[in-house]
């Protein structure tokens, strides 16, 4: 079986081709990827209306290159795969209505997929794939959770943030400092060269009790710290930077680790854009190994937004038959949608 999954969820347009063969987990063909961030670099963060005029641009000229790589053409796929959502409406409406025109045009049935199951699923891509049942960390610019996944279509909602997410933390803390868009990625190179001890914030709910997040009370910290520094932010950019870092890394560390405890699994998943941070990666592996338990993330190119996770999402779901691929052609996007509507 033969699935294309198209993303456009928000700001990466992904296209991605997966292969299913015997009873195996299915097999990347190919993949590729347009990312809009210089586009946006302008605005210092997404302009949905540009973001949604360029997936249009980017969709087909990307869903070509993918199947020459494969060497397969569209009359051989077998379900065309979308993002139905969360994300932005316009940009949603892009990938499901060309996924859906392509699979009207050839026939081929269609399936929309959740954003985040993509995300949760993405590491069955590697070299390294994980085993049910597991915890699960999804950590990114819009969503920070801890699930426990006893099988495709099995969530559990452990804990979740109540204000902003892991990423926006990230990101708000670097807006602040002045450094570029996209942030997150810019404060965690600047942390490299700077000493996580020098200022000290808080760790918002870490002793909560809760699996529950909370990162909007560090952002105004950081806020005041950055003020109180004035003119002596610049030349302690890099302490502050590596100090707002600690502070997130040190919550998701605790509460992943009290998620497995508490579950009894010895198996964690960390997927999204933030799994891909290297202090975030670095305590998790050394906190697993103190406890002989098993890490597991999606390759670090696969950590953002990309077609391959929506079409191993479609795939997964179609062997473990928890969903059907449709020829009813009539389709709508979710921009908000819990993954526990699953």
Request: net charge neutral; aromatic share 4%.
């Amino acid at each position: 079986m033969r699935v294309l999954g198209i993303e456009s969820s928000c700001d990466e347009t992904g296209v991605a081709l997966v292969e299913t063969l015997g009873g195996g987990l299915p097999v990347l063909r190919a993949d590729a990827l347009h990312s809009q961030i210089e586009m946006h670099q302008a605005y210092g963060g997404v302009v949905p209306e540009l973001a949604s005029r360029d997936h249009i641009r980017r969709v087909l000229p990307l869903t070509e290159a993918v199947l020459a790589r494969a060497g397969v053409t569209v009359g051989e796929l077998d379900v065309i795969a979308y993002t139905r959502g969360p994300g932005l409406a316009g940009a949603l409406l892009v990938g499901a209505g060309i996924a859906c025109a392509l699979g009207a045009a050839l026939g081929k049935p269609v399936l929309g997929v959740h954003h985040l199951e993509g995300h949760l699923l993405s590491p069955f891509l590697g070299s390294d794939p994980p085993e049910f049942p597991f915890i699960a960390l999804l950590v990114s610019g819009g969503h920070t959770q801890l699930m426990r996944v006893d099988g495709v279509g099995r969530y559990l909602l452990l804990g979740e943030t109540i204000d902003d997410a892991a990423g926006e933390a990230f990101d708000k803390s670097a807006k602040l400092m002045g450094l570029g868009y996209p942030g997150g990625p810019a404060l965690a190179r600047l942390a490299e060269q700077g000493d996580a001890k020098a200022f000290k914030l808080p760790r918002p709910l870490m002793h909560s009790g809760d699996l529950d997040f909370s990162f909007a009370g560090l952002k105004t910290a950081v806020l005041t710290q950055a003020k109180k520094l004035g003119a002596e932010l610049e030349p302690r950019k890099a302490d502050l930077a590596a100090s707002t870092q600690a502070a997130i890394v040190e919550v998701l560390v605790h509460k992943s680790l009290g998620a497995l405890d508490r579950s009894g699994l010895r198996r964690l998943v960390v997927a999204g854009g933030v799994g891909a941070n290297k202090a975030l990666r670095a305590a998790l592996e050394a906190g697993c190994a103190r406890r002989n338990w098993r890490v597991h993330y999606p390759e670090l190119r696969l950590c953002t937004d990309n077609g391959a996770m929506i079409a191993m999402a479609a795939a997964m779901r179609l062997a473990a038959g928890v969903q059907e691929a449709t020829t009813t052609y009539a389709f709508d996007v979710k921009p908000r949608w819990p993954l526990g509507e699953l």
